[in-house]
């Protein structure tokens, strides 16, 4: 670990490398795992990502919305579609449709969003996210919310010696 949500992982071979580079997002437990490749430039201390790629669904589209090319411009009003699942690509469940979307990470993260159909009318959509980053309101650092945050004020830290192991 490097810092707190950053990992080096060296692989064996550059073969392997290669092939964990090729996909640089992973998922785990629908949350968003980054990879990226070392090089020399990389200052592994202050990169931080301002997007993430996050699965979203739209419940109760109506299906006549379901086409690839309207579903990225309903996607587009939230941050850069990059694909949809494979059920709403097929149509094969029709609860929701899904699609990855690169979101910005300062948010906002609406709830519902709001479109003008071909009849001209207003269509407000909800928006349900699989996933989305806790922000600390304290330190505006991601990965924990302000309850959790130890250094708060009013909060002290006791100081303990270290402990020497007995002498010879």
């Not at 939230?78 to 699609?99: F, H, M, V």
Request: charged fraction near 25%; aromatic fraction near 10%.
């Amino acid at each position: 670990m490097v810092k707190t949500g950053a990992f080096l992982v060296r692989l064996l071979n550059l073969q392997d490398k290669c092939v964990v580079e090729k996909r640089d997002v992973y998922f785990l437990d629908n949350k968003p795992l980054l990879v990226k490749g070392w090089n020399a430039d990389v200052d592994l201390q202050t990169n931080t990502p301002t997007s993430l790629p996050i699965w979203v669904q739209f419940p109760n589209l109506d299906l006549k919305y379901w086409g690839l090319e309207c579903l990225s411009k309903i996607g587009s009003l939230l941050g850069i579609p990059l694909k949809a699942d494979k059920c709403t690509k097929e149509q094969t469940s029709i609860r929701y449709a899904r699609l990855l979307i690169e979101l910005p990470l300062k948010g906002p993260f609406p709830e519902y969003v709001e479109f003008i159909n071909e009849q001209d009318m207003v269509i407000r959509q909800q928006v349900k996210y699989e996933w989305l980053p806790l922000k600390c309101a304290h330190c505006q650092m991601f990965g924990h919310e302000e309850e959790h945050y130890k250094k708060k004020k009013g909060t002290k830290r006791v100081w303990r010696p270290i402990r020497t192991a007995p002498g010879p």
